[in-house]
């Protein structure tokens, strides 16, 4: 039995749902996809409200009532961080008693449109070089 074959057979023990049909399509195509497999890997999400700079006294200065400045208003969107990636934006919201954030914007989605942009300018710049 190939690899091939092996893994295809531990996805149908495994999950007879979604994981059986990727495991087939892959099976027919003769490649193998590590993406179900990834899809389990915990990953911590932090949420980054603001920033502050402080001197090493002031911070040694800190005590328990201490307010340190954050450099953002209420109303700026906070981070989620991923990896050390900002991953998207949102806004602290209360869910059942205890902080959650509200996603309003996915990093990327801007970037994804405007490298679509310099991929045709690109390609534009090299016809008229042709």
Excluded: H, W
């Excluded at 049909?21 to 603001?50: C, N, Q, T, Y």
């Excluded at 934006?89 to 205890?98: D, L, P, Q, S, T």
């Amino acid at each position: 039995m190939n690899e091939t074959e092996q893994t295809t057979e531990a996805f149908a023990k495994s999950d007879a749902g979604q994981e059986t049909r990727l495991a087939e399509e892959a099976a027919a195509s003769g490649a193998f996809s590590a993406a179900p497999l990834l899809m389990d890997i915990k990953l911590d999400v932090r949420v980054r409200v603001g920033r502050a700079q402080r001197t090493l006294g002031s911070i040694a200065q800190l005590a328990s009532g201490s307010v340190v400045e954050l450099d953002c208003s209420v109303d700026d969107p906070v981070e989620i961080v991923v990896n050390d990636r900002v991953i998207a934006e949102g806004e602290i919201v209360i869910v059942g008693g205890n902080y959650g954030v509200r996603i309003t914007r996915i990093a990327g989605s801007e970037a994804a449109e405007s490298n679509l942009g310099t991929e045709q300018e690109l390609r534009r710049l090299s016809d008229r070089l042709r």
